[in-house]
Nanobody, 121 residues
């Protein structure tokens, strides 16, 4: 699996932004796709994930209701719709994938290049 994230940029607090992740690879039904972010001076943290098979989603407690992860299996794309953005959402956002059942902390995770989101107040 290879991943290519895009869609970052500079926005104002309260604005929306949609990140995209192009996915290449086969047999994706056994994979879970995720979005992570790393703010300046902080560790990378989980944002949301989605099953390629049945679109089951999980979200971090820090973004309930503001962020929505989705996927388009035909276009092989994963999206992160971010609404009501806050300055604390400023970070480099990464798209990632792993096989279901594996840990996001393990070696079986594939990471895409990050895309920077900057939210100004």
């Amino acid at each position: 699996v290879q991943l290519q994230a895009s869609g970052g940029g500079e926005v104002q607090a309260g604005d929306s932004l949609k990140l995209s992740c192009a996915v290449s690879g086969r047999n994706l039904n056994s994979y879970r796709m995720g979005w992570f972010r790393q703010a300046p001076g902080k560790e990378r943290e989980f944002v949301a994930s989605i099953s390629w098979f049945d679109s089951a989603t999980y979200y971090a407690d820090s973004v309930p209701g503001r962020f929505t992860i989705s996927r388009d299996s035909a276009e092989k794309m994963v999206y992160l719709q971010m609404d009501s953005l806050k300055p604390e959402d400023t970070a480099v956002y990464y798209c990632a994938s792993k096989e279901e059942g594996l840990s996001w902390r393990g070696r079986g995770v594939t990471w895409g290049r990050g895309t920077l989101v900057t939210v100004s107040s």
